[in-house]
């Protein structure tokens, strides 16, 4: 599952995102804290894309660099026990 982004570093999955709106929390959390963060999507965009979601369950993961995956599961694993996470599952 690893991948290699044009800077010669690899990248791998950190958090799988039930929408849009969660990843966009969860990278901004991330990028606050300098961890430079892209999205691994299954699904072509097209006006469609949340039928497709919805099959198969989630939007997209969040990668980011190998060297700052352990920091950035600690700041998700902080939101996810946090009040704001919970909102925003109950919004979803």
Known sequence: MNQEPLDGVKIVPVYRAQNESVADIVRGLLESEN???????QHAPSVYDGLFTVADGYWADLMV????????REIIH?????????DTKAQS
């Open 35 to 41: 961890i430079q963060v892209t999205f691994r999507s």
């Open 65 to 72: 660099r190998e060297d700052q995956a352990d920091r950035a």
């Open 78 to 86: 902080a939101f996810e026990s946090s009040d704001d996470a919970l």
